[in-house]
């Protein structure tokens, strides 16, 4: 065995015994015993007994003092007895729980259950959702008997069929396309809109004085006079119809056409007479053919013709094609 001499404490405590509390020394309460490292022996010690919770092995020689109190123990052929009692018990439970099912077959059991639980559950939330919605039979005395929606929707067919014979020739939407829905003027275009929304625009000729028979705030034309009674009795006309303050078109004040002589009673006894026989200045009615206007005292030229009507526009001696039918001021 080894020896401890001329070793110090440090360097021999660890193959020394103690017990578990290094202060208190052995006392009525069960310790472990423990080596000098602390690591637990398979022996707890008290100033009353020992206990070994590790296996004891030995021959027991050399042990004395033991007795053992065999009155609480078994014998043999007690024991023997006993257990082939609990034997026919046994086979006897065994016989009739043969049929039983065992723990694993239970287990699969329980699977398949819980699987088909599972199932019938998704079915009846499924069944749930569309059922939901679904009226109840308190909800449902509000609503009408089969007989009596008849009565009714056969009611309404009566009226409908009624109102389609009435409007079978009323203007279809497809055919109000054609129809005028708004007219609307910007300047000197007319825009025509219709029901299928294609429009038409018409650009009027709109100058002021213009020589047109239908724009013209002093007009030339006979239909067009300003202050006109009629074609024959207008104020400033200035065509053969057209004299001021004219009673007919032979007795006419201050004409200015071949057969309008100023204060004429006649055109054959005119004073001052504009006829190109008579005058000194021969007067030519015609039309302007200058969108912005001819200013008074401008040299024109003949450009055209509309009806009777010669059409007017500047004249300038620079080219023979704006000197060319030049007839005056």
């Known amino acids: 065995m080894g ?13 020394l015994l103690k017990l578990q509390d290094s202060t208190t020394g052995v006392t009525g309460t069960l310790q472990y015993v423990q080596d000098g490292l602390g690591n637990n022996l398979p022996m707890l010690a008290s100033t009353s007994s020992i206990v070994i919770t590790g296996s004891f092995r030995g021959d027991g020689s ?5 007795t053992i109190d065999s009155g609480s123990l078994v014998t043999t052929s007690s024991f023997n007895a006993y257990t082939s009692s609990n034997d026919t018990r046994v086979n006897s439970l065994i016989n009739a729980t043969g049929s039983y099912a065992t723990t694993s077959s239970l287990s699969s059991l329980s699977g398949s259950i819980a699987t088909t639980d599972l199932a019938q559950n998704n079915r009846l939330n499924s069944i749930e959702s569309i059922t939901g919605s679904l009226a109840t039979t308190g ?24 109102l389609i ?14 129809f005028v829905t708004s007219v609307t003027g910007v300047s000197d275009t007319i825009t025509v809109t219709k029901g299928n929304g294609t429009t038409n625009t018409v650009t009027v000729n709109n100058v002021v004085n213009a020589t047109s028979a239908s724009f013209a705030q002093t007009s030339v034309s006979s239909s067009q006079a300003q202050n006109a009674v009629s074609s024959s009795f207008a104020t400033n006309a200035i065509s053969s119809s057209f004299a001021t303050n004219a009673i007919s078109s032979s007795f006419a004040t201050n004409a200015i056409s071949s057969s309008f002589a100023t204060n004429a009673v006649s055109s054959s006894y005119a004073t001052n007479a504009a006829t190109a026989s008579i005058a000194n200045d021969v ?11 001819l200013t008074r ?23 023979d094609q704006n000197s060319a039918n030049t007839i005056g001021m």
């Open 139 to 162: 909800s449902l005395n509000s609503y009408l008997l089969t007989s009596s929606f008849n009565a009714y929707t056969s009611s309404n067919d009566t009226k409908v069929n009624a």
């Open 3 to 15: 020896q401890l001499t001329n070793l110090y404490v440090s360097q021999s405590y660890q193959g």
């Open 283 to 293: 007067i030519v009615v015609g039309k302007c053919d200058n969108l912005a206007g």
């Open 62 to 66: 050399g042990l004395t003092g033991i």
């Open 297 to 319: 005292g401008t040299i024109v030229r003949i450009t055209g013709a509309v009806g009777d009507n010669p059409l007017f526009n500047v004249a300038s001696w620079e080219d």
């Open 165 to 178: 014979a009435q409007t079978g020739s009323y203007v279809t939407e497809t055919e109000s396309g054609s």
